[in-house]
Protein backbone atom coordinates (compact mmCIF):
# COMPACT_ATOMS: atom_id res chain seq x y z
CA UNK A 1 0.00 0.00 0.00
CA UNK A 2 1.43 3.46 -0.97
CA UNK A 3 2.05 5.86 1.66
CA UNK A 4 2.65 9.51 1.57
CA UNK A 5 4.04 11.50 4.26
CA UNK A 6 5.13 15.38 4.18
CA UNK A 7 7.03 17.19 6.16
CA UNK A 8 8.50 20.83 5.73
CA UNK A 9 5.38 22.74 6.66
CA UNK A 10 5.83 26.30 9.05
CA UNK A 11 5.51 29.60 9.56
CA UNK A 12 7.43 31.86 7.17
CA UNK A 13 7.55 35.71 6.73
CA UNK A 14 6.38 37.05 3.76
CA UNK A 15 9.12 37.48 1.29
CA UNK A 16 10.53 34.09 2.76
CA UNK A 17 11.66 31.02 1.94
CA UNK A 18 10.33 27.35 2.69
CA UNK A 19 10.84 23.65 1.09
CA UNK A 20 8.25 21.14 2.27
CA UNK A 21 9.39 17.41 1.33
CA UNK A 22 7.10 14.89 0.31
CA UNK A 23 8.22 10.63 1.16
CA UNK A 24 6.79 7.60 -0.29
CA UNK A 25 6.72 3.69 0.50
CA UNK A 26 4.89 0.99 -0.11
CA UNK A 27 5.96 1.45 -3.96
CA UNK A 28 7.91 2.23 -6.46
CA UNK A 29 8.74 6.25 -6.30
CA UNK A 30 10.32 6.24 -10.08
CA UNK A 31 6.98 4.25 -11.31
CA UNK A 32 4.87 7.35 -9.62
CA UNK A 33 4.55 11.22 -11.02
CA UNK A 34 3.95 13.28 -8.04
CA UNK A 35 2.09 16.67 -7.77
CA UNK A 36 1.43 19.19 -4.70
CA UNK A 37 -1.75 20.54 -4.35
CA UNK A 38 -3.23 23.20 -1.16
CA UNK A 39 -5.96 24.09 0.21
CA UNK A 40 -6.23 27.64 2.10
CA UNK A 41 -9.46 27.96 4.38
CA UNK A 42 -12.28 28.07 3.03
CA UNK A 43 -11.13 27.32 -0.33
CA UNK A 44 -10.86 24.62 -2.60
CA UNK A 45 -7.83 21.94 -2.66
CA UNK A 46 -6.01 23.38 -5.84
CA UNK A 47 -3.15 22.32 -7.80
CA UNK A 48 0.34 23.57 -7.30
CA UNK A 49 3.00 21.95 -9.49
CA UNK A 50 3.77 18.57 -10.59
CA UNK A 51 6.37 16.50 -11.63
CA UNK A 52 6.96 13.90 -14.15
CA UNK A 53 8.82 10.21 -13.55
CA UNK A 54 11.73 10.83 -15.04
CA UNK A 55 11.55 14.59 -13.31
CA UNK A 56 12.13 15.95 -17.31
CA UNK A 57 8.73 17.38 -17.05
CA UNK A 58 7.44 19.90 -14.58
CA UNK A 59 3.84 21.92 -14.12
CA UNK A 60 2.93 24.51 -12.36
CA UNK A 61 -0.38 26.65 -11.43
CA UNK A 62 -0.15 30.55 -12.83
CA UNK A 63 0.09 31.72 -9.04
CA UNK A 64 3.24 29.81 -8.57
CA UNK A 65 4.95 30.24 -11.88
CA UNK A 66 8.62 31.82 -10.86
CA UNK A 67 8.09 31.86 -7.43
CA UNK A 68 8.20 28.14 -6.93
CA UNK A 69 10.05 24.67 -8.27
CA UNK A 70 9.45 21.25 -8.14
CA UNK A 71 12.03 18.55 -7.81
CA UNK A 72 12.82 14.54 -6.81
CA UNK A 73 15.33 12.72 -5.77
CA UNK A 74 14.10 9.08 -6.95
CA UNK A 75 17.17 7.49 -4.62
CA UNK A 76 15.76 8.64 -1.89
CA UNK A 77 11.70 8.13 -2.60
CA UNK A 78 11.22 12.18 -1.86
CA UNK A 79 9.53 14.76 -3.93
CA UNK A 80 10.14 18.84 -3.18
CA UNK A 81 8.19 21.61 -2.98
CA UNK A 82 10.52 24.69 -2.88
CA UNK A 83 9.50 28.42 -2.66
CA UNK A 84 10.76 31.53 -2.44
CA UNK A 85 9.25 34.98 -2.11
CA UNK A 86 6.17 33.35 -0.44
CA UNK A 87 2.80 35.66 -0.15
CA UNK A 88 0.40 35.80 2.62
CA UNK A 89 -1.99 33.88 0.28
CA UNK A 90 0.30 30.80 -0.21
CA UNK A 91 -1.11 30.16 3.25
CA UNK A 92 -2.71 26.13 3.00
CA UNK A 93 -2.36 23.04 3.96
CA UNK A 94 -0.25 21.65 1.11
CA UNK A 95 -0.89 17.62 0.01
CA UNK A 96 1.71 15.51 -1.49
CA UNK A 97 -0.18 13.34 -4.12
CA UNK A 98 1.12 10.19 -5.91
CA UNK A 99 -0.19 8.17 -9.20
CA UNK A 100 1.44 5.95 -11.74
CA UNK A 101 -0.10 7.62 -14.97
CA UNK A 102 -1.96 10.44 -14.35
CA UNK A 103 -4.49 11.55 -17.01
CA UNK A 104 -4.81 15.08 -16.02
CA UNK A 105 -1.86 16.40 -14.08
CA UNK A 106 -3.57 19.26 -12.65
CA UNK A 107 -6.69 17.64 -10.94
CA UNK A 108 -7.35 15.99 -7.74
CA UNK A 109 -9.12 13.30 -8.98
CA UNK A 110 -6.23 12.12 -11.27
CA UNK A 111 -4.07 11.18 -8.26
CA UNK A 112 -4.59 7.73 -6.35
CA UNK A 113 -2.62 8.45 -3.36
CA UNK A 114 -2.24 11.27 -0.61
CA UNK A 115 -0.80 12.45 2.11
CA UNK A 116 -2.56 14.13 5.02
CA UNK A 117 -0.64 17.54 4.73
CA UNK A 118 1.49 19.83 6.08
CA UNK A 119 0.61 23.33 6.87
CA UNK A 120 2.16 26.41 5.73
CA UNK A 121 1.32 29.65 6.95
CA UNK A 122 3.13 33.01 5.46
CA UNK A 123 2.91 36.31 8.09
CA UNK A 124 2.67 39.34 6.75
Known amino acids: QVQLVESGGGLVQAGGSLTLSCALS????????MGWFRQAPGKEREFVAA????????YFADSVKGRFSISRHNAKNTVYLQGSGLKPEDTAVYYC?????????????????WGQGTQVIVSS
Open 97 to 113: AADPSPLEYYTRSAYNY
Open 51 to 58: IYRSGSRT
Open 26 to 33: GGTFSSYV
